[in-house]
């Protein structure tokens, strides 16, 4: 045999052995993380999935129509916790050692939450496989009492290492859970100014903490406990979080909540490893850590989502199914039409005038009898669609229990409101503070610092008289100091009266049709940020 010819005759084979081995590494980079392949040739010594979600608020069933709103141009259906369940168990399957952690705002915020102070979503919850979640501003929104009567009904912990009853610990603050063969430390903080970003009122009783404090116990408390890695399942906003874990060692993963941020990948600060998964049921994150010599090596972090319902988990479905009719029945009545789309786009009503925002605080200072209206943007959450315009939909934009309240105070601290209102502009995640208005207008200069933005205040056509005393019609949560608004403390109450989404509703049907448009209630110059 002619060994050249014999050498050329495997020429062919060696290319297709090549391109097969080319193609296969491409395949193992592009659907399978390159990390679980280095775990599997003994590269880690262990691993941990993680599966996350957060500010959920009471999203008990699938929604097409108002997904959740994280930058302008982005819109993510709301699965509701049904197919959140489905995706979960899908990824549980392939990643038998798992965690499944909530980082808070679970239990308030739509019409099926308000069925019997969030029965139905504490049903789905002790459904869902949750090991743990963290207690969240709005889970007090229907009292600390309900919170407290809410966390014995729950098959998993309520974290929180720094809220407080009377001074005394009132919710879990560590707990370490064994999974295969890693010990694992979980601990809760909650936003320390809760109290100014609660819907509910006069929990004197209930405090909080400083979080750097509480955190520093915590991991003190768990390393003790031989834990092979620290999980911080916060709900104080990943601002916080940063400056926390840059004053705080030890953890190994921050799971992100308050602000409701969508991370596409983890943010490392240190050793720490911080993700957020979105919110409104649009997400479920999965935090992959991987273990070497005992530490945890390396995260990576991912997203899952789906409108492919036949994932349902039909339990939750069942119990969904349930408290969305009851929710609908309350709800059936039609209270008005629209042929424009009302927006309460989150990103839009916490950083300029929308047509939905003129609507509600028009029907506020015409239920108030008030000069003005003034309401804060982040109690606004979704939108209505054009068309008849039932009861169960007024109660989507505006889920929380607040009532209208008309004050009397002068025109000086109406000017300092909106001027507060417009610290955090234009980050519409976290300005719920944003002030919409109704019987004047304003302008501020977007370039300028926060405090130095206001430019002008007018009320027919003329500047708002500083000195003089006007009716001001607004609700409970900012007259008793919500989102850290002082300007109301000294005004005179005149009068309390209905929710605010029964307000809305009285206003439709007296008005019938409407079909708002933006007047320039609220303008901006000089537009450094967009």
């Known amino acids: 045999m002619n060994p050249q010819a014999t ?4 020429k062919p084979l060696i290319a297709v052995v090549v391109l097969l081995l080319a193609a296969l590494g491409y395949l193992t980079y592009r659907f399978a993380p390159l990390e679980d392949w280095k775990w599997k040739a003994g590269l880690y010594d262990d691993k941990l999935a993680v599966l996350s979600t957060a500010d959920m608020h009471g999203n008990l069933v699938y929604n097409e129509v108002n997904g959740g709103y994280y930058t302008l141009d982005e819109v993510n259906v709301e699965m509701g916790m049904p197919l959140i369940k489905g995706i979960a168990d899908e990824i549980r399957a392939k990643n038998p050692n798992s965690l499944f952690l909530d980082s808070g705002d679970m239990f308030h915020g739509t019409n099926e939450a308000n069925v019997e102070e969030a029965k139905g979503i504490v049903e789905a919850a002790n459904l869902m496989g949750y090991d743990a979640m963290a207690a969240g501003n709005h889970d007090f929104d229907f009292g600390y009492k309900r919170l407290s009567e809410i966390e014995k009904e729950l098959k998993f912990p309520i974290l929180s290492a720094n809220a407080r ?8 603050g560590t707990i370490v859970k064994q999974v295969g063969s890693l010990k694992i430390g ?8 809760s109290l100014s970003n609660m819907n509910v009122f006069g929990e004197t009783d209930v405090t909080f903490t400083d979080p750097e404090e509480a955190a520093l116990k915590s991991i003190a408390e768990l390393k003790r406990q031989g834990v092979d890695a620290i999980i911080l ?19 190994d993963l921050v799971l992100c909540g308050h602000h409701h941020w969508l991370y596409k990948k983890p943010v490392k600060i240190g050793d720490t490893y911080l993700v957020e998964a979105g919110s409104y049921t649009t997400h479920v994150g999965l935090a992959e850590l991987y273990f070497k010599n005992g530490k945890v090596k390396t995260v990576k972090w991912s997203l899952h989502q789906s409108t492919d319902r036949s994932k349902t988990d039909k339990q939750v479905a069942a119990v969904a199914d349930r408290y969305h009719e009851i929710a ?4 059936k009545a039609v209270v008005g039409r629209t042929d424009e789309d009302l927006d309460g786009m989150r990103t839009h009503v916490r950083t300029e005038e929308t047509n939905l925002a003129d609507l509600i605080t028009d029907a506020m200072r015409s239920e108030g009898k008030a000069d003005l209206a003034l309401l804060n943007g982040g109690g606004i959450r979704e939108s209505i669609g054009k068309g008849d315009i039932r009861l169960y939909d007024v109660g989507k934009p505006l889920p929380f ?7 009397e105070m002068k025109g000086e601290k109406v000017y300092e409101a909106i001027e507060r209102g417009l610290r955090a502009w234009p980050y519409g995640s976290s300005n719920g503070g944003f002030l919409q208005v109704s019987g004047i207008a304003y302008s501020f200069d977007g370039s300028k610092p926060a405090g130095k933005r206001l430019v002008s205040v007018t009320k027919d056509g003329q500047p708002l008289d500083k000195d003089k005393l006007y009716k001001v019609a ?10 850290e608004y ?29 079909n708002p448009k933006t007047e320039g209630r609220i303008q901006v110059i000089n537009q450094r940020y967009q």
């Not at 009853?165 to 879990?172: C, I």
């Not at 229990?401 to 004050?407: D, G």
């Open 474 to 483: 607004t609700n409970d949560y900012l007259v008793a100091g919500g989102d």
């Open 486 to 514: 002082e300007e109301f403390k000294d005004a005179r109450k005149l009068s309390k009266g209905a929710l605010l989404r029964d307000v809305l509703a009285a206003y439709l049907k007296q008005q019938g049709a409407v």
């Open 233 to 251: 399942v916060s709900h104080l906003g990943d601002d916080l979080d940063k400056e926390l874990v840059k004053k705080v060692p030890g953890i």
């Open 7 to 10: 050498k050329r005759s495997y």
């Open 401 to 407: 229990v607040n009532s209208l309240m008309t004050v």
């Open 165 to 172: 009853y009377k001074g005394e610990p009132t919710f879990t």
């Open 186 to 193: 979980l601990f809760g903080l909650t936003v320390p100014d």
């Open 328 to 331: 609908l029945e309350a709800g």
